[in-house]
């Protein structure tokens, strides 16, 4: 394991400052606190990103969220531990953070409009969006994760 590549948050730091400021806002709008987590988490399980992985993970536990949900979320479809709404945007993350595969369907959208409003779906794609981004410069760049004293 290399460790970081380049301080990417120094060499292009008017960029960094506006992808957190736009992560903050995100994270003080309309979508649940735990939700919009749960999301961060399961698209930096998708794309490999141990930096954002340990970052959420550890949001969501001082969300009080429990260890089963943590250890389940990449399963949530198997599982019963997820409700509807959260599973929505789950599904909508996923497709949209394999966009390439093709587009949301019309189905995936009808069932996010049963739990959310329009705005809260604009936000979700949004934040969907930002932690793609940040899990690609994390993964990029190096970004290394500190181990905790256990």
Not at 29 to 45: A, F, H, I, P
Not at 46 to 58: I, R, S
Request: hydrophobic share 45%; charged share 25%; net charge negative.
């Amino acid at each position: 394991m290399h460790g970081l590549r380049l301080p990417y948050f120094r060499l292009a730091a008017d960029a960094y400052k506006t992808l957190y400021s736009l992560s903050d806002l995100l994270g003080h709008g309309k979508l649940d606190k735990t939700l919009l987590e749960l999301v961060y988490l399961r698209v930096s399980q998708m794309n490999g990103c141990a930096f954002c992985l340990d970052m959420h993970a550890t949001a969501l536990r001082g969300l009080g969220e429990d260890s089963q949900r943590l250890d389940t979320v990449a399963g949530w479809r198997e599982c019963g531990f997820f409700s509807d709404a959260e599973r929505a945007a789950l599904d909508w993350a996923e497709t949209l953070t394999r966009i390439g595969d093709g587009a949301p369907s019309d189905a995936q959208f009808d069932t996010l409009k049963r739990h959310f409003e329009d705005a809260q779906i604009a936000e979700l794609s949004f934040a969907i969006a930002t932690i793609n981004a940040w899990n690609r410069i994390a993964i990029s760049m190096g970004q290394p994760v500190e181990r905790r004293a256990a």
